[in-house]
């Protein structure tokens, strides 16, 4: 039975330890992603502290818990908490915990992520939305191991592996003042930079197969994506990386009653993207109605289908030929009913 690779409800769930198609749920081919995959293979066994730094929606904290996961920690927890996502009043609360009646609301004693992550991993995400008063608390509890609870008064002790992550430049924050620079040193042991989707392409087409099967119920019945679905998704700059492509996808099996996701189905946002680049005035659909009276759609079909044929149905290779844009380009297809002919010359490569 396939593994469900990528956590249904995001990144924030766990991981198998298995994958059919991923390295602890990181799938892709790319170099890119490989590297990354390489890196984590090399420090997990260690106790280093790790800062794992990357765009929104790159899947930092997937990559945390491989790190957890081939680690001598394994067996024990992980403890993740968002420091973007806790007000900053209660962010040493969270922690370091706290004793009954430390502060007002604080009705029972409270175990903090430090003390719950004693033998296992801490990861501390959006690090750089820590306040300034936690950080050198927390650079402390890294240097000694030690913390006390808000209102307590015993010197508690934790062995915990910590790893960090961040979309922002931390670099920048220190020479604001709004980062501790010797922090920075403390959580950077070793740095892994997670790579953007539009850095890493050629693994979209894993993505979506594997997105399709962890995303769809069991009664649908889509099996892919069609040609020009596909290569919108391909030409698509994924500013939301991962987590907008499974977006994307979930939203798509949502609207699709094919066999395949089709253009339709994908956000008007990347559809408009992809027919961005305009028709140059001297491109070949547009040429003069020659002498002989043939019909202007009879050499628009006519130039799309040998195109078509020259480049072995690669659409974007058919573009590039006919310096036509992509929206312009799949109107004519659908115009002309030349899909089939596209899929044709596909699978006779």
């Known amino acids: 039975m396939r593994a469900n690779l990528i956590a249904r409800e995001g990144f924030s769930t766990p991981v198998p330890t298995y994958c059919e198609n991923g390295f602890l749920g990181l799938i892709g081919k ?32 997937l990559v945390a818990k491989a790190i957890h996961l081939k680690s001598t920690r394994a067996n024990q927890a992980f403890v993740a908490l968002n420091a973007a996502s806790i007000p900053e009043g209660l962010v040493e609360s969270e922690l370091f915990g706290h004793e009954k009646g430390a502060y007002t609301g604080a009705v029972t004693r409270y175990q903090g992520k430090v003390q719950q992550a004693n033998g296992g991993t ?18 402390r509890v890294i240097q000694e191991r030690q913390f006390q609870m808000l209102g307590g008064s015993d010197v508690l002790e934790s062995d915990f592996r910590l790893l960090a992550a961040t979309h922002q430049n931390l670099g920048a924050l220190i020479r604001t ?64 990386n991962i987590r907008e492509l499974q977006n994307v996808i979930r939203r798509a099996l949502l ?20 027919g961005a680049q305009q028709l140059p005035t001297n491109h ?34 058919t573009m590039r030929e006919l310096q036509i844009g992509r929206g312009r380009l799949y109107r004519k297809l659908k115009k002309y009913e030349l899909m089939a002919h596209v899929q044709r010359n596909r699978k006779a490569v």
């Open 30 to 61: 790319s170099s890119a992603i490989q590297k990354t995959i390489q890196q984590i293979q090399r420090i997990a066994a260690t106790d280093i502290s790790v800062l794992i730094c990357g765009e929104s929606g790159t899947g930092k904290e």
């Open 122 to 139: 801490l990861f501390l995400d959006e690090i750089g939305d820590l306040p300034t008063p936690s950080q050198a608390k927390l650079l």
């Open 177 to 240: 003042g709004r980062f501790r620079e010797d922090l920075y040193f403390r959580l950077a042991v070793f740095e892994i930079d997670v790579p953007p989707l539009r850095q890493r392409k050629e693994d979209i087409l894993v993505l979506v197969d594997q997105f399709i099967l962890n995303f769809q119920s069991p009664s649908a019945s889509v099996k892919g994506v069609s040609v020009l679905a596909m290569d919108t998704l391909l030409a698509y700059e994924w500013p939301g």
């Open 255 to 274: 609207l699709c009653d094919e066999a395949e996701i089709q253009i339709e189905h994908l956000p008007e946002r990347m559809r408009l993207e992809s």
């Open 284 to 317: 070949e659909l547009t040429k003069p109605r020659p002498p002989s009276g043939e019909k202007m759609e009879e050499i628009e079909r006519t130039a799309l289908t040998e195109a078509i044929e020259r480049c072995k149905g690669n659409l974007s290779m």
